[in-house]
């Protein structure tokens, strides 16, 4: 039984409660018994509208699934879906145009188009690094990843390649010239230096140096200039030898460093040791989808660190090769002018975090009937609370998060324009309580849930003053996609579901909707998450297409994939495409609301549907065994075939409601999903054999409150709301921790 101490009419958790106030409010220069009093009022204000927007949810839910059972065996008739969506609610008609009135966001909001990395704010050391992530090695990316082939000698393993050495370099010159491209130098009468056809390239540089204001690039004993002069921001050390040159494409940086003492510099002609990226310029720090905390104790470490990153002195020391490194936050990087003068460049990404949806509670704070609080409402107050010391400028060694004075609040599974309205009035509550201006905390919606989707432009309007991001969650929306349509028939197996009609027009929707509303240059439109951290050179190749798409940020799973994602951004004007697909027609109602359903479910063979389940169930345990017996809300699991996919709820709420749709419809039985779950069950099991600290679950499947767990998700899968995990997944996890302190 938690230990709780009574505040302001509030149960509050011993373990929160001095959290709170010892390590926050101190720092916050927040009185103690008002921050509680005006806590204790939001609750008591919110509680109630949230309750009753996710009885909401329920209801048109319930009209859904009664409409598919009234048109069972009946041709599916669009209109008519339509006009009871309308009926209900569900879909609103559209106001008219606006512009997002948003101000005072940071320029990697809306200048820096660049990738932008998720990590589970719970785990230091990740959150460190990704906040570190905003330069990286270019050179460090290529070599350690597949994106350089291992053919031929080019191998990563053991010490040096130097063959795997000379391909990166030359991958990084090649990159050089693209984003930067060398042009002849001026003759020293002022003349043209055109007549030469010898195309001039970074590959042949022997020397780079800072003349008259211009970047001067030795190209085999030829001088040679950027092609566009205006890309040379800075340098470091002298300008007649520079240790660095600093160079802008894109709104991004590119540093190039010169050391000829260092072994990769040695090897070159002109003494390059490395290419800098300016990477991830914005970081999700994550309290959601990535993250297991299910009481007082998790959600104080996750505050804790939210607070060390605000207070700028989060730090993580661990073991690596052989002995201790000790992570902390990076200072701003400094250079000197073409005039010589000072300036400085930000060192950290910009810090967004990521709150709880609208559904659950937590036992770290009981109101005064003794009921668990939602976690929405004390993540937005206290991650708020822990932002304001950065707006007070009151971190160690004068480190800012947000320039501008702005809070960033990514809120994930809203549905539909009140709940986005609602979650506005909640930050205004608590700027109020808090002292800030009028629209410091800025909001970020998740465009993944069916209801947001259909009502985009209304939800961004419902945060016209606020709103600083958009993004398709495509994996939540594929879940909720399937939920919705439960009644409906059976849905199409999960490769099939990509190519859907709905999954385009939905990622076209959001950026058309985005563009119309006028967040271009004042917002970021983002899209997702590529899901394979171990298959880089794949991500090359595909994941351009979220920058020619018109979105100006993309989600990326580790500080490598930020790096080589960086490069999409100098190979496309994100602005310049916003600006082509301005007047692109909307995309089609119709489409975006085509059920995901199956045309013919006797053409599936058994084999199809075996190895439908087989995939589901494995990836279902996989993750699930580390959420449930570590606490790990974000893992990179193998897949059935061995391949690393991040996982997370996003992709269990997706497989848990295949599973459960194909069962409710009779594609399987329940026989064959328990087998299916009982012998994936092993060879999860065989996957995790080498780490000590794991549970097997087939040697006891009663006793495994991980096995249990996934067939929850499965058996109950129709019942839960929206098909959401997190209720499930809270249960067991808590029951797994209490067995552990018995």
Not at 59 to 68: F, L
Not at 163 to 178: N, S
Not at 428 to 445: D, H, R, Y
Request: glycine share 8%; with cysteine.
């Amino acid at each position: 039984m938690a230990k709780r101490i009574h505040i302001a009419g509030l149960q509050v958790d011993v373990q929160l409660a001095d959290f709170v106030n010892k390590e926050l409010l101190p720092v916050a220069d927040l009185d103690e018994v008002k921050f509680w009093n005006d806590f204790s009022a939001i609750i008591s204000r919110f509680t109630s509208r949230n309750d009753f927007l996710l009885s909401r949810r329920l209801e048109m839910q319930d009209s859904i699934d009664q409409w598919h059972r009234d048109h069972q065996n009946q041709p599916h008739d669009a209109e008519a879906y339509e006009r009871h969506l309308f009926d209900i609610g569900y879909l609103l008609e559209e106001g008219d145009d606006f512009s997002i009135g948003t101000e005072n966001a940071d320029l990697e909001i809306t200048a820096q188009p660049g990738p932008q990395l998720v990590v589970p704010v719970k785990n230091a050391r990740f959150a460190l690094n990704a906040a570190n992530a905003r330069w990286g090695s270019l050179y460090d990316a290529l070599y350690g990843s597949d994106a350089i082939s291992e053919q031929d000698g080019g191998e990563r393993g053991g010490g040096y390649n130097p063959v795997r050495g000379e391909r990166v370099i030359a991958f990084a010159r090649q990159f050089l010239d693209q984003s930067c491209p060398l042009a002849r130098a001026p003759h020293a009468d002022g003349s043209d230096a055109s007549g030469s056809h010898r195309k001039l390239s970074h590959v042949e540089a022997q020397s780079y140096r800072i003349v008259d204001g211009c970047l001067v690039v030795d190209v085999m004993g030829e001088p040679a200039r950027l092609a566009s002069e205006e890309q040379l921001r800075g340098y470091r050390g002298e300008a007649e030898a520079p240790s660095s040159v600093l160079l802008l494409n894109n709104g991004l940086h590119i540093e190039i460093l010169i050391d000829a003492t260092s072994e990769i510099g040695a090897t070159d002609a002109a003494g390059v040791m490395d290419v800098v990226m300016e990477a991830a310029i914005t970081t999700i720090q994550d309290c959601e989808d990535s993250v297991a905390a299910v009481d007082a104790e998790d959600k104080v470490e996750v505050y804790g660190n939210w607070l060390g990153l605000m207070r700028g002195d989060l730090q993580e020391t661990f073991a690596k090769d052989g002995g201790t490194l000790t992570r902390k936050l990076n200072s701003d990087r400094e250079y000197k002018a073409i005039d010589g003068s000072g300036f400085s460049l930000p060192g950290r990404s910009l810090l967004l975090v990521r709150n709880v949806g609208h559904l659950m509670r937590n036992s770290a704070i009981l109101d005064g009937e003794g009921n668990e609080i939602y976690e929405g409402i004390m993540d937005a107050v206290l991650t708020s609370a822990i932002a304001y010391i950065d707006i007070l400028k009151k971190a160690q060694d004068g480190l800012r998060n947000s320039r501008t004075g702005s809070v960033y609040i990514v809120k994930p599974k809203m549905h539909g324009p009140e709940e986005v309205h609602f979650t506005c009035e909640l930050f205004f509550a608590i700027e109020s309580m808090l002292g800030m201006n009028g629209n410091t905390i800025k909001l970020g919606i998740m465009d993944e849930e069916r209801r947001t989707t259909l009502n985009l432009k209304e939800c961004i309007r419902a945060a016209r003053d606020r709103v600083v991001f958009i993004n398709t969650g495509f994996l939540d929306r594929t879940g909720d996609e399937i939920h919705t349509s439960m009644e409906a028939g059976p849905v199409v197996s999960k490769a099939e579901m990509k190519n859907a009609p709905w999954i385009k027009a939905y990622e076209d929707n959001n950026v058309n909707v985005g563009l119309a509303c006028g967040l271009g240059g004042k917002a970021q439109i983002g899209k997702g998450m590529w899901a394979m951290p171990d298959l880089m050179g794949r991500m090359l190749e595909e994941k351009i297409a979220h920058p020619q798409s018109g979105a100006n940020t993309a989600w990326v799973p580790s500080p490598t994939a930020a790096v080589l994602h960086a490069m999409h951004y100098h190979q496309v004007d994100v602005f310049e495409k916003q600006r082509s697909l301005k007047d692109r027609s909307a995309a089609s109602r119709w489409d975006l609301m085509t059920l995901p359903l199956m045309s013919d479910s006797s053409s599936l063979s058994e084999h199809d549907i075996q190895q439908e389940l087989d995939n589901n169930a494995q990836g279902i345990l996989g993750y699930v065994v580390r959420w449930i017996d570590h606490g790990v809300g974000c893992s990179k699991v193998p897949d059935i075939h061995n391949i690393g996919l991040m996982e997370d709820r996003a992709t269990l709420r997706i497989s848990s409601q295949h599973i459960a749709n194909w069962l409710h419809h009779g594609i399987c039985s329940q026989d064959q999903v328990v087998e299916t779950l009982e012998r994936m069950a092993a060879v999860v099991d065989d996957q995790n054999k080498h780490d000590p600290l794991y549970n097997s679950m087939s040697g006891d499947f009663e006793n495994s409150y991980a096995f249990q767990a996934a067939c929850d998700l499965v058996f109950q899968g129709i019942s839960q709301a929206n098909g959401y995990t997190e209720p499930i997944l809270h249960a067991r996890r808590i029951a797994f921790k209490a067995r552990e302190l018995s």
